[in-house]
């Protein structure tokens, strides 16, 4: 029989995997996004002084993390004192709200339908809603390269990193899978929302890009290494990786999106529009074949043998633990 936090972990992941997010539930998301529009507007308006915006990002990103860690440990204890079955509902569907397992093959799937009957327009306009690029003048290339590098970013943050600090919480005596998924999440929406190097989040967001980049290294790294030992030719892969990720300025996406690019024998990055200035970035992998829907799908499968084989291996390691536990 399950314990608990594999009990959890199974079907939170089955739930992300068949239901997802419903659009008509308010998201934990978007409380922290809410949260934290209102404190940097603020923060803008009443705080000029560089230093000072420094302190208001740190005051917000540790408030933030460990807040949204502390309260859903709350709500969890305070619902499975109510009922344990209501408890442990509450607790499953908190942790299914951290994977974005089923949005992001939602997202991919929302732009390649328009553009497998030839309507560009109705692909652009889809694509727009899930990337800050400008998409008004993509072709059907550039847009599928698009959708293959958002698949690739945000299999890690959006999947495997949500998974990976939801099983050190499980591991955890007395704290369980999804606090330390939450203050991930947190992490997360923070970066996403202010961790830019342009102004007005320069100062106030420093915090939380470098802190997000330091929780999301050892989960990206092991969901590469993960990556390339399915791809039945690890060296290869990770040689190329090891070539061209560190030309990214970013310490995790460009390792990421290096690992599908590899396996998946295209190339990544590139010139790309935002709000009409160009940027240049790195290519990454060799192009060997162009990237099609069917090269997107593999990619999207990929994710998900990753998430499952993570998710099998800490059932075995929680169940061993308890077993081992049983008779000491």
Known sequence: MFSSSEFILVLASIWDYVIGDPRSWLHPVQIMGWIIHNYTQLVIKLVPNNLLRRLAGIILG????????????????????INLGFGIGIEILLLASCFAGKSLRVAAEDVLEPLREFDLTTARSKLSIYVGRDTEQL????ILRAILETVGENAVDGVTAPLFYGIIGALIPGVGPVPLAFGYKAASTLDSMIGYLREPYTDLGWFSAQLEDRLTWLPCRLTVLTLALFSGNPRRVLT??????VLDPSPNSGWSESVYAAILGVQLGGINSYGGIIKEKPLLGNCDREITPAIIQKALALTRYCFLSWLAIAVMILIFIRIISSFI
């Open 62 to 81: 540790l408030g933030l993390i460990l807040g949204s860690a502390t309260i859903t440990w709350l709500i969890i204890k305070i619902s499975a004192q």
């Open 139 to 142: 072709s059907s290339k550039e």
């Open 240 to 245: 190329i990786c090891r070539r061209d990720a």
